[in-house]
């Protein structure tokens, strides 16, 4: 599979935030978001080929329990099963982070971050735009990924008024566990996640949905690798 990096940081999203973890980022994912923080890997051919064995020999290399398979987005990888089996064998924890745009059955991670996407990322150009419609939300494959998965359920807000069409995504799914949803600030900078976190702050006070921090842009304000 072609990698787009590997490298040890802390978690920096959601329930495990501050976990120090290996990232392997899969190359790939045709969402291309608004706010993308790593629009580095879109492409497919973005990194370089792999065998899923030098993955986690590659992973190894640090004395760390969790791993977190991001993208891009791994779930269009048809290579993903063979790594996470890969990777279970060699004792991690594995996190996969996923737009919720593809289910594959039987991985063996321990936690499937979702992050449905919402209208706040719609590309700004018009036939990206239309492609991102297309397929930015499937609320079967998020509610297959639900059912069959240890999950949490990350939206990223941007503004206030997000969280209407939060709340409808939600109603849609029908079975979502309100414990495990994150609301989490649109940030690529740590100027902007300390400006709009008092607005995220507040919408979890009003709807009982957990913060969801960002901490690799709070301590390296988002530098590639950190
Ligand atoms: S789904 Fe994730 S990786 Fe893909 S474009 Fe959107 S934010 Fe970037």
């Known amino acids: 599979m072609v990698i787009n990096e590997i490298f040890y940081s802390l978690q920096g999203e959601g329930f495990l935030a501050g976990v120090p973890s290996v990232f392997v980022r899969v190359a790939g994912c045709p969402l291309r ?29 640090w004395p760390c329990r969790f791993v977190v398979v991001t993208g891009g987005e791994p779930m269009i990888n048809s290579d993903l099963p063979q790594l996470v089996r890969e990777l279970k064998a060699a004792g991690k924890h594995i996190t996969i982070e996923t737009a919720g745009i593809a289910y594959i ?14 209208s706040n990322s719609v590309p700004e150009d018009v036939k990206l735009a239309a492609a991102h419609e297309d397929s930015r939300l499937d609320v079967a494959v998020l509610g ?15 503004s206030e008024p997000d ?15 309100s414990q495990k949803v994150m ?9 902007e996640l300390l400006a709009k976190s008092p607005m ?10 957990t913060f969801c921090q960002r901490l690799h842009v709070l301590l390296w304000n988002n530098q590639r690798g950190a």
């Open 33 to 61: 978001c608004r706010w993308c923080d790593t629009k580095y890997a879109w492409a497919e051919e973005a990194g370089r080929p792999y065998s899923t064995t030098e993955i986690v020999e590659q992973v190894q290399k």
């Open 105 to 118: 059955p039987d991985v063996p991670c321990d936690l499937m971050s979702i992050s449905p996407k919402l």
């Open 144 to 158: 297959e990924l639900i059912d069959n998965y240890n999950y949490q359920l990350k939206f990223v807000v941007d």
């Open 163 to 177: 969280l209407p069409e939060i709340e409808q995504t939600i109603s849609r799914l029908g079975n979502v566990d």
């Open 183 to 191: 609301l989490m600030p649109q940030a690529a900078t740590r100027d």
């Open 200 to 209: 995220v702050a507040d919408l979890c006070k009003r709807t009982g949905f």
